[in-house]
């Protein structure tokens, strides 16, 4: 789509991945060459929020807003086996005697100091899932209470069969979509549990490797092996 056509959407109503309208599309940043970097939404609440254009999604008259835990989750499942492995790769190498230490030394630390981060944000984002995780269950909560009583009072004759019908179809639709929400956020954090919790199995199930021990530096070799010397008993007639 280009960049023009953007503009189009100004004052369009923007839905959440589960149908739910959260606000309008209020305007654009650009850099200074013209590309968008950003867009400005208007929220429900009347509050004004930025964010990376690859939070939106544009198709056709449809606006989509993918939150940043989904979109940040599933770069971070990608990104943390492959460092992983990259650093892996890169032991084995100096074990095979491939690349000298200073090299592996260098790249080893820039790997670990990725991994690192890349753990700390994971993290960050199985605490926020787990937040919002209790937001849909409250919200589920309150919905099926809102349906019981909703049932109540329609048997009991307080409210027609037209108004039954379209609160029901309401709030359905909102438990349906509630509940889809907060089975994604668990599926969010399962995978991101399971790439940190596979990450330490798998360095603790391997020796650590260190270069002054794949070189052979006198300092850190094992020591040589005790010689045992035997002596045979002998009485005092032998003496």
């Known amino acids: 789509m280009s960049n023009s056509n953007l503009f189009l959407y100004i004052g369009k109503p923007i839905k959440n991945e589960y149908g739910r309208v959260i606000g309008k599309i209020a305007s654009f940043a650009l850099t200074p060459n013209g590309k968008f970097e950003a867009v400005y939404l208007e929220l429900g609440d009347g509050q004004f929020t930025k964010h990376p254009m690859e939070s939106v999604r544009f198709n056709g008259a449809d606006v ?20 992983w492995r990259k650093d892996e790769a890169l032991k084995d190498l100096l074990e095979k005697k491939k690349i000298n230490p200073e090299v592996f030394q260098d790249l080893h630390g820039a790997f670990s100091s990725v991994l690192t981060q890349l753990k700390k944000e994971a993290q960050v984002l199985v605490d926020e899932s787990m937040i919002e995780m209790e937001r849909c269950r409250e919200e589920i909560i309150s919905l ?11 048997e009991i004759g307080k409210v027609d069969e037209e108004s039954y019908k379209s609160a029901f179809v309401l709030l359905q639709e909102s438990l349906r979509r ?30 650590k490797i260190y270069a002054d021990q794949v070189v052979g530096n006198p300092a850190t070799r094992l020591p040589e092996p005790p ?10 007639t032998g003496i």
């Open 64 to 83: 989509t807003f993918v939150t940043k835990i989904k979109s940040q989750a599933g770069t971070l499942c990608d990104h943390i086996p492959l460092i």
């Open 144 to 154: 099926s209470y809102a349906i019981a009583n909703l049932e109540i009072e329609h």
């Open 178 to 207: 509630a509940s889809t929400e907060k089975t994604d956020y668990e599926l969010t954090k399962s995978k991101l549990s399971g790439v940190l919790l596979g990450d330490q199995m798998q360095s603790a199930s391997k020796p």
């Open 227 to 236: 010689v045992v010397v035997y002596v045979k008993e002998m009485g005092k």
